[in-house]
């Protein structure tokens, strides 16, 4: 199917295939296949750990930070953030220029991010070994889960394939958003402002329902 008859498909799928090789060993191999495009492939295996530290540095930064962000929370996050970006880029020399297969994928890949599926496929227990949504280009800072038009992972062997909507079919979504600071916190409107943004480009090929559900004021 072509992408004209389905605009909301992306042209390209890249999909990441972790597997553990031993204690903090892994090797990931990358496949980018779409539409108009030679199938591609690279393979990379590498050491890769984080510290205790570093996991509860990641979950202080998306949890805590974000209700109290005040001083010394605002330093704190610097130097997370410093961090993040270390090893996002790790991740993205160790695919990407560990090769000279990797390094020819993302010469392909990088032009067209912007409508690119990118899969991990992972086991269970090893999901969370590797956070492949930090992973980002050193050269422009580009992170690939923000760049890309989806970023999913997968499970190797699931029950059953997704059944995705036809451009025909309407789209149902439930909008869940909390506001735990009430009136105080960013209005439900602006959470969903990039949802209804980007649905307001593909009417034209399909109709949405959008239902928001949110906690009642205690006003």
């Known amino acids: ?4 008859s389905n605009p909301a498909q992306p042209s390209a799928t890249l999909r990441l295939t972790q597997i553990s090789m031993g204690q903090d ?21 590498f050491e890769f750990k984080l510290t205790p530290q570093d996991r509860e540095d990641l979950r202080w930064y998306l949890e805590d930070y974000l209700q109290y962000p005040l001083e010394p929370a605002p330093t704190i996050a610097a130097r997370v953030e410093q961090r993040m970006a270390g090893i996002g880029t790790e991740l993205f020399r160790a695919l990407f220029q560990s090769s000279d297969d990797g390094r020819d994928l993302w010469a392909t890949l990088r032009t067209r991010l912007d409508d690119t599926r990118v899969e991990v496929v992972a086991e269970v227990r090893e999901a969370a070994a590797i956070p492949w949504e930090l992973t ?7 992170v690939l889960a923000l760049r890309a038009r989806a970023f999913v992972r997968t499970h190797p062997q699931p029950a059953q394939s997704p059944q995705l909507p036809q451009a025909s079919v309407p789209i149902r979504i439930l909008l869940v958003i909390c506001r735990p600071g009430g009136d ?24 949405t329902w959008t239902c928001c559900a949110r906690r009642p004021s205690s006003s």
């Open 1 to 4: 199917m072509s992408s004209d």
């Open 25 to 45: 060993q892994y090797r990931v191999e990358a496949a980018l296949e779409g539409e108009g495009l030679a199938r591609q492939t690279a393979a990379a295996q």
């Open 136 to 142: 980002r280009d050193p050269k422009t800072g580009a």
């Open 184 to 207: 105080d916190d960013v209005p439900f409107r602006s959470v969903a402002s990039r949802l209804v943004k980007s649905l307001a480009t593909r009417r034209a090929a399909c109709s």
